[in-house]
């Protein structure tokens, strides 16, 4: 009953900008970290950027200081805005998050299916 959506993907120019999007649905009563991470043809999946419900971010080197993660709580969205884009970005993103849902007495992890990003000229 509960799915995490990405959207925003695309193709966009180096040094260009985009904004992915992640909503969760269902039947939610919260959600704690909400983070997302990126594969790349070849390469192991890696987090990109987790924040947490309070707001608490952290970013992997190799995007700090060009993507923000935010999140809109009463949307139960998490978006990830990319600056300054490089070739070596392009990967698969994907959204991930710890919730608790209606049902449940725990929290459980959730991941979207991916949302291609290639940034090429």
């Known amino acids: 009953q509960v799915q995490l959506v990405e959207s925003g993907g695309g193709l966009v120019q180096p040094g260009g900008s985009l904004r992915l999007s992640c909503a969760a649905s269902?039947?939610?009563?919260?959600?704690?970290?909400m983070s997302w991470y990126r594969q790349a043809p070849g390469k192991k999946r890696e987090l990109v950027a987790i924040?947490?419900?309070?707001?608490?971010?952290n970013y992997a080197d190799s995007v700090k200081g060009r993507f923000t993660i935010s999140r809109d709580n009463a949307k139960n969205t998490v978006y990830l805005q990319m600056n300054s884009v490089k070739p070596e970005d392009t990967a698969v993103y994907y959204c991930?998050?710890?919730?608790?849902?209606?049902?449940?007495?725990?929290?459980?992890?959730?991941w979207g299916q991916g949302t291609q990003v290639t940034v090429s000229s």
């Open positions: 991930n998050a710890d919730l608790l849902a209606i049902a449940t007495v725990k929290w459980v992890n959730y």
């Open positions: 269902g039947s939610i009563v919260s959600i704690n970290t």
């Open positions: 924040i947490s419900i309070g707001g608490t971010t």
